[in-house]
């Protein structure tokens, strides 16, 4: 793996123990509740991936090459 993949799967990682520990410290012990609060939030990262002008996880997109024109 890249290191930009490592680096974006740890943030995920992250994001995702972030949801499950916030919903388990309200109470909540339900596995099913605790893995949807997980992947709840990690719908703004996964957004932020999905966006091309968002350069922090490699996705940015390759801007068109210019015509030059030649000298005659």
């Known amino acids: 793996m ?3 993949q490592i680096q974006m799967l740890k943030s995920w990682a992250k ?3 972030a949801g499950v520990v916030a919903l388990a410290i309200s109470g909540e ?4 509740a605790l893995v949807a ?3 709840a939030a990690l719908l703004p990262v996964i957004y ?3 966006d091309p002008s968002d350069k922090r996880f490699g996705r940015v997109r390759k ?3 210019k015509a030059v024109a030649k000298k005659k």
Do not use: I, S
């Open 48 to 50: 932020t991936w999905l």
């Open 2 to 4: 890249k290191p930009e």
């Open 15 to 17: 994001v995702f123990g």
């Open 29 to 32: 012990r339900d596995p099913k």
């Open 37 to 39: 609060a997980g992947l």
């Open 63 to 65: 801007p068109a090459k």
